[in-house]
């Protein structure tokens, strides 16, 4: 099984800030894809394939890596994007996720 | 637009079985798999299985295996998942998703709560 770790694993941002949440991987993956989670709702897709967009999803956002290591980048922190983020892998089975990154708004 | 119904929350004994409904639409039901994911209180996220409507094939978590059984309901446009011999491990939001392009896991239900409590 492939285990995803995510960094940090809670962290606090100002409005304005750059943002880099990382995952990385025990064995080399193709890609990776990443959720969205706020409190209370259901995860939805947020980038895929490691650097695609979901609908939706301000361009503000990044994604990038390969092999083992991968990040998402907020490059302006905005209010809404308080939430907890999933990394996951489709590379292999089972399919895994990361512990998930708290970004919350300083 | 894609949408995935699920049933609702469930209180269950130790030892009993609960099962699950997850009701698709805005799509065609046969050409997608349906996944489900596991999210136990305040932690992570945990990938149960998968089943292909069309023709029932399924591929599961090693964890998993003898505890979840997946099914569909063509006709309905339904997949569920019944959970047995439950014990408190089991007491967590279970989410049915439709995975895309393969692994990309694009729609999620809004979560059944399983709590298990004599």
């Known amino acids: 099984e492939i285990v995803l770790t995510q960094s940090p694993t809670t962290m606090a941002a100002s409005p304005g800030e750059k943002v880099t949440l990382t995952c990385r991987a025990s064995?080399?993956?193709?890609?990776m894809h990443w959720y969205q989670q706020r409190s209370g709702t259901s995860p939805k897709l947020w980038i895929y394939?490691?650097?695609k967009l979901a609908s939706g999803v301000p361009n503000r956002f990044s994604g990038s890596g390969s092999g083992t290591s991968y990040s998402l980048t907020i490059n302006s922190m905005e209010t809404e994007d308080a939430a907890t983020y999933y990394c996951q892998q489709g590379s292999s089975y089972p399919w895994t996720f990361g512990g998930g990154t708290k970004l919350e708004l300083k | 637009q894609v949408k995935l119904l699920q049933s609702g929350a469930a209180l269950v004994k130790p030892g009993a079985s609960v099962k699950m409904s997850c009701k698709a639409s805005g799509y065609t039901f046969t050409d997608y798999w349906v996944s489900w994911v596991k999210q136990s209180h305040g932690k992570s996220l945990e990938w149960i299985g998968e089943i292909y409507p069309n023709s029932g094939a399924t591929n599961f978590n090693e964890k998993f295996k003898g505890k979840a059984t997946l099914t569909v309901d063509k006709s309905t446009s339904t997949a569920y998942m019944e959970l047995s011999r439950l014990t408190s491990e089991d007491s967590a939001i279970y989410y049915c998703?439709?995975?895309?392009?393969?692994?990309?896991?694009?729609?999620w239900g809004q979560g059944a709560s399983v709590t298990v409590s004599s």
């Open positions: 998703t439709r995975p895309n392009w393969g692994d990309v896991m694009d729609a």
């Open positions: 064995s080399s993956v193709s890609y």
């Open positions: 394939e490691t650097s």
